[in-house]
């Protein structure tokens, strides 16, 4: 059909399996995992060397800096402690400050369904101003799409954002060790609840509020305090268990988390057990886990818990082992057991 | 309903007028730069100083960078030419030459429906790849969503494109000045009417090609060769008529151009006539206009037409006075009249 059809039409994932994208394939599991790795680290092959991380680290000049996207297609749009304005540059910030970088500068796309409200594309609007504001970060390029009705769902938001890299030494996968300490920013799971009981329509006592918020600062105090951090991860799409799993494979280490350090508040508790769901695979957007040596854990906690966003870290388990890779977890009870990576089906939209 | 609940909700838009996103919104024409100069400048402030371009230039650290994103939401997704991933990637870079960057780096963002064909994906991603390597670009960083059935249309992405600055004097509009010469790439319409076509159902003796291509070779031999540029400027949605009146406003400068020297290939303007389209208001994605001093007209010609790309290149026009802002176009009879930016109606979904 034209001059740049590709050489190979053999598509590299099982085919016979899943024939079309389905729901999973974005759900933060291993559905999108195989999608991601089988596809498109196939096709582009971004980084040769290293593992995929929150975003790509290159240089421009003499400056190190890293780069990222997400596209957001949340629901509903407006939710308790956000909207899909300030989750789009929540996200794409905390992708940066992940990656070690101090965010600068985003970008915003917007794709619109012909009939969205323009007084709440305004909302939105102003909410991603007033979030970039609180991140430190400027909105400095743009791009409108309009689809015609019924080719779209109201509204979707890219980011991509540039930031530059704070930390020396590489914060990535291939520099978790053995020993090393996991460090949990806060309580897991009020993110993906606030959605799902909007969209389930449950009430409970206490208003559940997502977690979304920028971590720029604790991550960038951490980095300029010197404390050595191997890595650090926010604990979307997949939650906790995801994250843990992608890193364990990554760095071709074992894991092992206790249940008891981590910490779930009582409406997230009771929602997860009402809705079936277990709270350490349901995304968060203002959480995350930090890898750092052992000898840095005292100096890590103090810092992260001198910020209100991080005021309730912890550590949550160790590094033990260099193979194979995977997440163990000891239970309440004593008992450890394998945490395996979801397969993506439980909260689609959640970002 | 959050806290990040914005002070005022006064939509600084007409709303009695367009109290929703219409398909115009986002057609390259009047109420698209309507919506982002009264909505997405007003809120984000990009820049105090200059004027809106095809992408936003800041430091990094000693280095000057271009930073640019687009999302493609183009129907159909193959077409003679191209496909929407192809058209993904030469889309975002040309933003950035036309910064007078060298493209380095891409994001890719996909939208995917749930049912969308795995195979087609793989063939998109394909064409990707093979774009990023022509244009001398790698795809470093990316994301995945997906949204049930009946909530997008297959497929749509998002590329965002970090370069270097090549060019030590702002390539932009507000460097244009009375006496520079307008010079054309190449013939007009290819791209917009290789859509309409296949839209339509249209038969033409002669296939109509999209222009669709990267436009980086022939930006950075003009700029290394020094010759002194001013703005440069690509022709898509909305096409020649859209980005000079763009232009005319941002530099407050008039632009008069001859027709006679615009070249429209036949089956184009055969097409257009059917079709009741001004060839001129058509987008391409391989065109561009270079703004100069006159003193520089043949060599900036006899760099360009050394490229196949713009092989092409004419001079096309002048600017001829410092106010007002406005194009304006001699007719083939001799007659001069004004060119008024289009409204964006006519070629939804196009990129």
Same mark, same amino acid.
């Given at each position: 059909m034209s001059e740049n059809r590709p050489t190979s039409f053999t598509c590299p994932l099982p085919i016979d399996q899943y024939p079309t994208v389905t729901l999973p394939h974005g759900g933060g599991g291993k559905l999108m995992n195989q999608l991601i790795s089988e596809m498109f680290l196939k096709a582009f092959q971004p980084d040769e060397t290293g593992q995929p991380h929150d975003g790509a680290v290159n240089f421009l000049g003499d400056s190190r800096f890293a780069f990222t996207t997400d596209s957001y297609v949340v629901r #509903? =749009?407006?939710f308790p402690g956000g909207d899909i304005g300030s989750l789009a540059v929540h996200g794409t910030v905390n992708d940066l400050a992940m990656c070690g970088a101090r965010p600068l500068f985003l970008s915003a796309s917007f794709i619109l369904e012909e009939g969205f409200p323009m007084d709440l594309l305004w909302r939105v609007v102003q909410s991603m101003k007033a979030a970039a504001d609180g991140a430190g970060v400027r909105i400095v390029t743009g791009d409108t799409k309009v689809v015609d009705r019924g080719k779209g769902d109201g509204i979707y938001i890219n980011t991509a954002g540039v930031g530059e890299l704070v930390s020396e030494d590489p914060i990535a996968p291939e520099s978790i060790r053995e020993g090393d300490v996991l460090i949990l920013s806060g309580d897991l799971g009020r993110h993906g609840i606030s959605i799902m009981t909007l969209r389930e329509g449950l009430a409970f006592e206490t208003k559940i509020e997502s977690?979304?918020? #920028? =971590?720029v600062e604790p991550v960038m105090d951490l980095i300029e305090s010197g404390v050595a951090i191997h890595c650090l991860r926010d =604990?979307?799409? $997949? $939650?906790l268990v995801s994250a843990l799993n992608e890193l364990a494979m990554a760095s071709r280490k074992t894991f092992h988390i206790r249940e008891k350090s981590i910490p779930v508040s009582e409406p997230v508790h009771s929602a997860c057990e009402i809705l079936g769901l277990d709270p350490l695979s349901v995304a968060n957007e203002g959480r995350f886990v930090a890898f750092a040596p052992a000898s840095e854990k005292e100096k890590c906690l103090e810092i992260l818990q001198s910020h209100p966003v991080s005021a309730d870290a912890r550590e949550i388990g160790t590094v033990v082992s260099t193979h194979p890779p995977l997440v163990t977890l000891e239970t309440p009870i004593g008992v450890t057991r394998i945490l395996p990576m979801p397969s993506g089906e439980q909260l689609p939209r959640i970002c």
């Open positions: #509903p =749009l407006f977690d979304s918020a #920028p =971590l =604990l979307t799409r $997949g $939650g």
